[in-house]
């Protein structure tokens, strides 16, 4: 029992011990890479089973102005609406109403010249297909952080492109919009209540609670997006995006968001199985972990 009950005691100690060096790390860090990495706020969270989740933060909202940064604030966090695309698309195979080996042909004729490419070959990022965003003729058309993109806009400035196309495939399949989506299999089941979505602008009430974020690729083929460098880009239209990276959050939720993902049963055995494969971007081929002479891979 006395045991036990020192055990019950050291738990909180431990946490108050990690949040406080924590804090310092990102502190630190913000210090010494706010200016490299054009940064104005760090925010983190960090949950440990059985104990409370550590939420922190240090900064202000925007390099320009703006208070403290708080841990409700919201932040574009790009890339990781793909794994919602494709959990998404893995849920609709353990439904019956679709398999990832069926291609684009089968439910996006209209876009032959890649009919044989399959929902796989999308959602792991062995395509192929060029991605549009390095497309010359789409820095053209970038001309303002409000212009808005449709997904077929997209698509055509590089004939196609993995996520866009696979954002596509669920509005076919289900007749729903990927927004919609999201919400009926995602964002409420799950509580992600600080997690939001949208096709083009966000309301007031969204971008009132984001961190400001700012374009600073000024390396080789960004050259088109010139325009952008240095700009806030908090209030643009994020169409540009879409299934590929138009998701706003909190740290808070993209940790309940990973823990369902990788830990929870909202995928059926064996498409949990395929979200856990881990294929060579090189040979498209399943690996057991990435090597020199083969040193990408993608999920």
Same mark, same amino acid.
């Given at each position: 029992?006395?045991?036990? /009950?020192?055990?019950?005691?050291?738990?909180?100690?431990?946490?108050? @011990? /990690?949040?406080?060096?924590?804090?310092?790390?990102?502190?630190?860090?913000?210090?010494?890479?706010?200016?490299?990495?054009?940064i104005s706020a760090l925010s983190l969270a960090v949950s440990l089973p059985g104990q409370a989740?550590?939420? #922190?933060?240090?900064?202000?909202?925007?390099?320009?102005?703006?208070?403290?940064?708080?841990?409700?604030?919201?932040?574009?966090?790009?890339?990781?609406?793909?794994?919602?695309?494709?959990?998404?698309?893995?849920?609709?195979?353990?439904?019956?109403?679709?398999?990832?080996?069926?291609?684009?042909?089968?439910?996006?004729? &209209? !876009?032959?010249?890649?009919?044989?490419?399959?929902?796989?070959?999308? #959602?792991?990022? @062995?395509?192929?297909? &060029?991605?549009?965003?390095?497309?010359?003729?789409?820095?053209?058309?970038?001309?303002?952080?409000?212009?808005?993109?449709?997904?077929?806009?997209?698509?055509?400035?590089?004939?196609?492109?993995?996520?866009?196309?696979?954002?596509?495939?669920?509005?076919?399949?289900?007749?729903?919009?990927?927004?919609?989506?999201?919400?009926?299999?995602?964002?409420?089941? /799950?509580?992600?209540?600080?997690?939001? !979505?949208?096709?083009?602008? !966000?309301?007031?009430?969204? @971008?009132?609670?984001?961190?400001?974020?700012?374009? !600073?690729?000024?390396?080789?083929?960004?050259?088109?997006?010139?325009?952008?460098?240095?700009?806030?880009?908090?209030?643009?239209?994020?169409?540009?995006?879409?299934?590929?990276?138009?998701?706003?959050?909190?740290?808070?939720?993209?940790?309940?968001?990973?823990?369902?993902?990788?830990?929870?049963?909202? #995928?059926?055995?064996?498409?949990?199985?395929?979200?856990?494969?881990?294929?060579? @971007?090189?040979?498209?081929?399943?690996?057991?972990g990435t090597a020199s002479q083969d040193p990408q891979g993608f999920g």
């Amino acid at each position: 029992m006395v045991a036990a /009950l020192m055990a019950a005691l050291a738990a909180p100690l431990a946490a108050l @011990t /990690l949040q406080g060096a924590l804090q310092t790390d990102i502190d630190q860090y913000l210090a010494a890479h706010a200016k490299d990495e054009h940064i104005s706020a760090l925010s983190l969270a960090v949950s440990l089973p059985g104990q409370a989740s550590i939420d #922190l933060t240090t900064g202000k909202r925007s390099l320009q102005s703006g208070g403290p940064v708080a841990a409700e604030d919201l932040w574009q966090i790009g890339s990781n609406i793909k794994a919602f695309t494709a959990a998404a698309l893995l849920q609709l195979e353990a439904e019956g109403k679709l398999t990832i080996d069926q291609t684009v042909g089968d439910w996006l004729p &209209q !876009y032959p010249a890649w009919k044989n490419v399959s929902i796989r070959r999308l #959602l792991d990022m @062995t395509s192929g297909i &060029q991605s549009y965003d390095n497309v010359p003729a789409m820095g053209r058309a970038f001309t303002s952080i409000d212009r808005r993109f449709t997904p077929a806009v997209l698509v055509g400035f590089a004939d196609h492109t993995n996520y866009i196309l696979a954002g596509m495939i669920i509005e076919r399949v289900t007749g729903n919009s990927y927004e919609a989506e999201l919400e009926r299999r995602f964002f409420k089941p /799950l509580g992600l209540a600080d997690t939001f !979505y949208s096709p083009n602008v !966000y309301p007031k009430s969204v @971008t009132d609670r984001m961190v400001s974020g700012y374009f !600073y690729n000024n390396g080789p083929g960004n050259e088109t997006f010139a325009q952008f460098y240095g700009k806030d880009m908090r209030l643009g239209d994020l169409s540009w995006a879409g299934a590929a990276g138009g998701v706003v959050s909190t740290p808070d939720d993209v940790v309940k968001w990973v823990r369902a993902l990788y830990a929870g049963d909202m #995928l059926a055995p064996k498409q949990r199985r395929e979200l856990m494969t881990v294929v060579s @971007t090189k040979t498209g081929k399943p690996i057991s972990g990435t090597a020199s002479q083969d040193p990408q891979g993608f999920g």
